[in-house]
Nanobody, 115 residues
Framework: QVQLVESGGGLVQAGGSLRLSCAASATFLSINVMGWYRQGPGKERELVARMPSGGRTIYAEYVKGRFTISTDDAKNTMYLQMKNLKPEDTAVYYC?????????WGQGTQVTVSS
């Protein structure tokens, strides 16, 4: 069982920046894939970025060049740095990690971008 705890959401003006954090209860050595998703008001949950272990990070087109995934392996923490935020980035952001055949989700953190 892996617990994921997210933090860092909030209210920001368009053009601003935020950094989300996702702290895992398991070492990253056991994690096959980690990533971020989001769900906007009235929308389906969608991929933001996906980082397989030892593989290339994939970013959704609508965040490419603005969002960056990084990790601090010593802290078992994954980050999502978001720059040049737009009102359409408003959503609940979730981190996800896959260990073996099981997926684990964070509780979600609200990001609101005002115009």
């Amino acid at each position: 069982q892996v617990q994921l705890v997210e933090s860092g959401g909030g209210l920001v003006q368009a053009g601003g920046s935020l950094r989300l954090s996702c702290a895992a209860s398991a070492t990253f050595l056991s994690i096959n894939v980690m990533g971020w998703y989001r769900q906007g008001p009235g929308k389906e949950r969608e991929l933001v970025a996906r980082m397989p272990s030892g593989g290339r990070t994939i970013y959704a087109e609508y965040v490419k060049g603005r969002f960056t995934i990084s990790t601090d392996d010593a802290k078992n923490t994954m980050y999502l740095q978001m720059k040049n935020l737009k009102p359409e980035d408003t959503a609940v952001y979730y981190c996800k990690m896959i260990v073996g055949m099981r997926s684990y989700w964070g509780q979600g953190t609200q990001v609101t971008v005002s115009s």
